[in-house]
């Protein structure tokens, strides 16, 4: 079921990148693709080298073009070809998402002394491949990726797992009913960006640094709404099968649009990144006087390395125990489920949350705290151990002091001087 072919992968878009974002890319395609040392040079005044590769056969002088529209000229070539030169080396590379000119070939391919190759889209694409990077283009559209919907049957099995609740004489496996409601395949964006930026004061000191190289940004592609963190952390997994591939429930089933373009996504995830690390520093100057200075993180400094599609399965359920219903909401990861807005983790009597150390009443299926000595909200049937709420324990005069709490089926055998528990 699994596409082993995005296994590991991550995911570009072109569209989104701007030049920085591309001399980036091809930075980290060729760290990827051998062991050769890496340097990224780019900026206004990089003489024609955006990347400066030393490998085993030698330096290689890489210049980065990302355009959308446009073509490589010859003066481009005869640039790079002169860097190749001035900086010892014995290979130049062309990295552009535009065209050659005719000029620009026919002058590489004229150079007897030095070497410079020419790639287009399509050999970045091939070279990215290589590199566990997948590349979409302006016309091509990511798959869609999801986890594998749950069969009934492993539903069950994961829910009664989830829910370890103490229970006597028939096991939550025994009491519980599912009924499935609809599940809808929530769209979202999985987004792994790093983000890198040193602050200074006036005089060079170092008074901040952000470096945060795997960052993990999910949104819901509908509404633009950030996942909580805990949610977030549950669902980092490593691969994800493409949707088409998944079998697919009876259950009624909604599949909501992505509603969003790729330079949304960008703005959506770079607004994010620079809210979450800006920070207002305080500071001791060298003339022993304490400033504060506000560093915000800018769009340059963040780099989109993945962005996925993916489709998020949350079953809508209806858990049944005795007399009691409990609506019910189920996200998973590859290997485990999640219960959320869920009044089944919910004492019956103070309706605060459980945890997984809980009670299940076998009279009428409420959850509640495990026994306790002062004002219990649960309690064992002494004289059958049946686990029972509060409100459903019985009691009758054993000493002064002391009761014996009881089911109302052996309250019902004990005659009279039996009365419910208040």
């Known amino acids: 079921m699994y596409n082993t072919a995005l296994s590991g992968y991550e995911t570009v878009y072109l569209k989104t990148l701007d030049g920085l974002g591309f001399e980036k890319l091809c930075e980290r395609i060729f760290q990827r693709l051998g062991n050769w040392n890496v340097e990224r040079i780019g900026g206004v005044a990089d003489a024609g080298r955006d990347l400066v590769i030393d490998g085993p056969d030698g330096r290689i002088i890489v210049e980065c073009k990302h355009y959308n529209v446009g073509s490589i000229g010859r003066p481009i070539v005869q640039k790079l070809h002169s860097a190749v030169i001035t900086n010892g080396g014995n290979k130049g590379i062309i990295m552009t998402t535009g065209r050659y000119t005719k000029s620009a070939v026919e002058y590489a391919g004229s150079l007897k002394d030095i070497k410079i190759d020419l790639y287009e889209t399509s050999h970045l694409i091939d070279l990215a491949e290589k590199a566990k990077i997948r590349l979409i283009t302006k016309k091509g559209r990511g798959d869609i990726l999801s986890f594998p919907v749950l069969t009934m049957d492993k539903t069950r099995r994961m829910i009664v797992r989830s829910l370890n609740y103490r229970s006597h004489p028939a096991s939550v496996d025994d009491l519980l009913k599912i009924t499935p409601e609809k599940v809808e395949l929530v769209p979202y964006y999985m987004i792994r960006a ?67 373009g790729a330079t949304l996504i960008k703005t959506y995830t770079e607004d994010y990144l620079i809210s979450q690390h800006t920070q207002i520093v305080r500071y001791i100057a060298g003339n022993n006087s304490t400033y504060t200075k506000k560093c915000i993180p800018s769009r340059r400094d963040i780099t989109i390395r993945d962005t996925k599609q993916v489709r998020l399965p949350k079953y809508y359920l209806t858990l049944g125990i005795l007399s009691k219903n409990y609506s019910s909401l189920l996200i998973q990861n590859d290997t485990d489920i999640m219960l959320t807005c869920l009044p089944i983790h919910k004492c019956s009597i103070c309706e605060k949350d459980v945890g997984n150390k809980a009670l299940l009443c076998n009279s009428c299926g409420a959850i509640s705290h495990l026994p306790a000595f002062f004002r219990s909200h649960s309690h064992i049937c002494k004289k059958c151990k049946r686990t029972i709420c509060k409100k459903c324990t019985f009691w009758s005069r054993k000493m002064l002091f002391l009761k014996t709490k009881m089911c109302k089926p052996c309250a019902n055998t004990c005659g009279k001087d039996i009365k419910k528990l208040t």
């Open 194 to 260: 790093s983000i890198k930026r040193d602050f200074t004061n006036t005089v060079g000191q170092l008074i901040y640094d952000i470096d945060e190289p795997d960052l993990l940004y999910i949104f819901n592609a509908i509404t633009g709404k950030t996942m909580d963190a805990k949610h977030a952390e549950f669902l980092k997994v490593k691969r994800l099968p493409i949707l088409k591939e998944i079998q697919l429930p009876d259950c009624d089933v909604s599949s909501p649009l992505f509603r969003m």
